[in-house]
C-alpha cells in the first residue's frame, strides 16, 4: 500500500456521481472498470448508464479524491412488467479490496434503487469470480440463471436477483399468493 493511500474507512468519502463532474471522474471510471470487468465497454456504454441514470451511481474517493471504487447502475422497466433495477458494473482498487468498499457501494445502489420503487435489482458476474459472488449472496441476491458462454471472452456468467418488494418474485413468476396450491396463475386478461 502507498504511503499516501488512506488507511481507515473513515477518510474515505463516498458520493453520487454528478453530470457536473463528468471531465473529473469519467476517465477515471472507465481505467478503473477496463482494469477488471470482462467486456470492453466504449465511452457511449458509459454515458448512457452516467446521463440517463448518474443518481444510481455511486463513488469512493480517497482524501485527494482520486477514485478507489465505483459502481454504476440503471433502472427501468423490465419487459413490462417490474421496475427492475440493474448492477451493470462494480470496480475497486485491486489495493483496496477487503475494506468493504465494494459493499458500501452495492448498499447505496440498492437503496437509491428501491427509493426509487424497484420491484428487483439483478446483475451478472463470471462463475469464476467467487468474491463477487459471495458479496451478491451476503446482500441477499439469489443465482437465478446460469448464462453460459455469456461473456466476450467466452465465460459463463451467474445472474443474480434480488427481490426489492414483498411478493415480486411470486408475482414475477405468475403466482397467485390467495392460490393455496402455489400453481401458476393465468395472467388477467385486458
Known amino acids: ?16 456521481y454528478h453530470s457536473s463532474k463528468e471531465s473529473v471522474y469519467l476517465s477515471a471510471i472507465r481505467q478503473l472498470i477496463s ?7 466504449s465511452i457511449y456504454v458509459y454515458r448512457y448508464f452516467l446521463y440517463q441514470w448518474g443518481d444510481l451511481c455511486f463513488m469512493t474517493l480517497d482524501e485527494h479524491d482520486d477514485l478507489l471504487g465505483v459502481v454504476v447502475s ?4 423490465h419487459r413490462g412488467g417490474p421496475l427492475r433495477g440493474y448492477i451493470a458494473m462494480l470496480a475497486v482498487k485491486a489495493e ?10 452495492v448498499r447505496m445502489a440498492i437503496d437509491a434503487m428501491i427509493e426509487q420503487n424497484a420491484d428487483e435489482i439483478a446483475l451478472e458476474t463470471e462463475v469464476t469470480n467467487t468474491a463477487a459472488m459471495k458479496l451478491y449472496e451476503r446482500l441477499g441476491f439469489l443465482r437465478s440463471k446460469r448464462l453460459h458462454r455469456y461473456y466476450l471472452n467466452g465465460n459463463t456468467a451467474f445472474r443474480f436477483v434480488l427481490y426489492a418488494r414483498e411478493g415480486a418474485a411470486t408475482a414475477r413468476m405468475g403466482y397467485d399468493e390467495d392460490n393455496e396450491n402455489g400453481e401458476p396463475q393465468e395472467p388477467p386478461s385486458a
Open 96 to 105: 483496496h479490496r477487503g475494506k468493504g468498499i465494494a459493499t458500501k457501494l
Open 74 to 77: 440503471k433502472l427501468e422497466p
Open 35 to 41: 482494469k477488471d470487468l470482462s467486456e470492453p465497454y
Open 1 to 16: 500500500m502507498s504511503e499516501d493511500a488512506p488507511n481507515t474507512l473513515a477518510e474515505l468519502r463516498y458520493t453520487q
